[in-house]
Antibody
């Protein structure tokens, strides 16, 4: 059974940093691209970052580029999101997601339960 | 960025009813469109990928269609567990973007 479990959320002051972790199990972790997607309270979903299965390439939307860094440790089956220079608009539940990708298909086929990040003074 | 407009934002419906949720992209997305369901406890799962392909384990009452800029998710006969939020998502170009969601509520 595929499982994704996020940890590391909490309350952080604006301008500070936080690192999220996601431990994966039930599948061969280094075969899959992985991502982070977030949801602000009462709002919709926003893709935050993706990383290739090897970790060699990463992708971000402009809203977090230069502030967030996605990484992975394939030996530990763990995905990370380092978040720097946090802003109030980064307040959200952060979901770890596995990507299913083929030539035509590209979707998030498994989602963790999420970890809440609150940016406030 | 490609904007995804979902309609309606909320939809009261009855058990057994057939419902359709629409999603319009700000430009053509070549069928690169997925649908997700979010339950009240926050759990998210994929329903439909690449416009019309049913994710494994998803009941056949769910279906997707569309082309160009206009896509839809149809539930043929509502069951109690279908009352949830639904989101479309395009992957034609980066950044990946989602619709604002449709809340399916019990009438």
């Amino acid at each position: 059974e595929v499982q994704l479990v996020e940890t590391g959320g909490g309350l952080v002051q604006p301008g500070r940093s936080l690192k999220l972790s996601c431990v994966a199990s039930g599948f061969t972790f280094n075969n899959y691209w992985m991502s982070w997607t977030r949801q602000a309270p009462g709002k919709g979903l926003e893709w935050v970052a993706s990383i290739t299965n090897s970790g060699g390439s990463t992708y971000y939307p402009d809203s977090v580029k230069g502030r967030f860094t996605i990484s992975r440790d394939n030996a530990q089956n763990t995905l990370y999101l380092q978040m720097n220079s946090l802003r109030s608009e980064d307040t959200a539940t952060y979901y770890c997601t596995r990507e299913e990708r083929t030539r035509y298909y590209w979707y998030f086929d498994f989602w963790g339960p999420g970890t809440m990040v609150t940016v406030s003074s | 960025d490609i904007q995804m407009t979902q309609t309606p934002s909320s939809m009261p419906a009855s058990l057994g009813e057939r419902v359709t949720i629409s999603c319009r992209a700000s430009q053509g997305i070549s069928n690169y469109l997925n649908w997700y369901q979010q339950k009240p406890d926050g759990t998210i799962k994929p329903l439909i990928y690449y416009t019309s392909n049913l994710q494994s384990g998803v009941p056949s009452r769910f279906s997707g269609s569309g082309s160009g800029t206009d896509y839809s998710l149809t539930i043929s006969s509502l069951e109690p567990e279908d009352f949830a939020m639904y989101y479309c998502q395009q992957y034609d170009s980066s950044p990946l973007t989602f619709g604002s969601g449709t809340k399916l509520e019990i009438k």
